[in-house]
């Protein structure tokens, strides 16, 4: 049950457009004055080092954040992604790579709320401990008061089960995050039945699901289904940086599908998009697609590559 651990993989490209998106998703709700809940239904360790064994085995970030690192040509969109990641390595060499709670917690503003759930006993542990160490340096640099138990809060409990407690958030404003492993087919099944719960009891929250594109029919269907749910909008962009091998293992797509997504995020994904494929893409088969839809029948969205 507990085989994954995503320090093999921080920093990878799949890593690279769901933060970028989600700093997106989570700049767009800072328009706004009032606060709002960041939920992280699966929130891994929130930090990762790169030189350690477990992301040095397959080196992952070297075809994610690496190529991206050093480039003066960034589109706006990324260049405030990357821009996180340079201010948690201040000596100018990559060595931490954010997590999804890192990410919330340095754009998110002291009134919102991040409630955090990870279910793996190492990863909640260090989670756990990252964000005391985070909120420790900021505490000490008179940046953000101690806010342990109001601001972030750790559950290590399951995301899928623990959401609907949450919603509707007080604040009627909310952006979930959902990135479970889907080592186990059962995690399709999970989040299309959290989604259609949420959505009863929230029906205006903003719903990011992270997803790969791998050869099992679930994920191959995953997003069509996602397109069904009773929701007023979606979006769905993937990422493809090199052409399937014949084995299908290695993970060379994945996918961001927002419920109730911003107005502004298809456009920005359009100008960027072409971009991450021409730095990350790896051979002639790289490519993006980019569709949206309203209510539950989708119009007319156009895939692009
Ligand atoms: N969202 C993180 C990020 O972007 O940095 C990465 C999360 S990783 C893909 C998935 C995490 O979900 C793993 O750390 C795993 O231990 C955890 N997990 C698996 N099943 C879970 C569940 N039912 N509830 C909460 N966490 C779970």
């Not at 809060?153 to 995050?177: Q, T």
């Not at 599908?257 to 960027?272: C, G, H, S």
């Not at 971009?275 to 569709?291: I, N, S």
Request: positive net charge; contains cysteine.
């Amino acid at each position: 049950m507990f085989s994954y651990r995503h320090a093999f993989h921080a920093g990878n490209h799949a890593d690279v457009l769901k933060h970028f998106v989600l700093i997106q998703l989570l700049k767009y709700l800072n328009q706004k004055d009032v606060a709002y809940s960041y939920i992280d239904t699966h929130a891994g360790a929130g930090v990762y080092a790169l030189d350690s064994a477990q992301a040095t085995k397959t080196a992952e970030f070297e075809t994610g954040i690496a190529p991206l690192w050093e480039r003066d040509d960034l589109p706006a969109p990324l260049a405030e992604y990357v821009q996180v990641i340079k201010d948690m390595n201040p000596s100018g060499k990559m060595r931490y790579y954010p997590g999804s709670p890192y990410c919330a917690d340095i754009v998110a503003r002291e009134q919102d709320r991040l409630r955090l759930f990870e279910l793996h006993p190492a990863d909640a542990k260090l989670l756990d401990e990252n964000f005391r160490k985070l909120e420790q340096h900021a505490a000490a640099q008179g940046k953000r008061p101690a806010t342990r138990g109001k601001r972030v809060i750790v559950n290590r409990a399951d995301g899928f089960v623990g959401l609907k407690a949450l919603l509707p958030p007080p604040s009627r404003r909310a952006l979930v995050l959902c990135d479970p492993p889907y080592e186990d087919k059962q995690d399709y099944r999970k989040v299309m039945d959290m989604l259609n719960e949420a959505l009863k009891r929230f029906p205006g929250g903003t719903y990011a699901v992270w997803y790969p594109l791998l050869q099992r029919i679930e994920a191959r269907n995953f997003a069509e289904r996602m397109k069904h749910l009773p929701a007023a909008s979606w979006l769905n962009v993937t990422l493809c940086v090199s052409t399937p091998g014949p084995d299908g293992i290695a993970l060379h797509t994945s996918g961001m599908f927002i419920v109730n997504p911003p107005y502004t995020l298809e456009p920005m994904l359009k100008q960027v998009m072409p971009y991450l494929v021409k730095v990350l893409g790896r051979d002639a088969g790289a490519k993006f697609t980019l569709e949206s839809g309203e209510a539950a029948t989708a119009r007319k969205g156009g895939a692009r590559s």
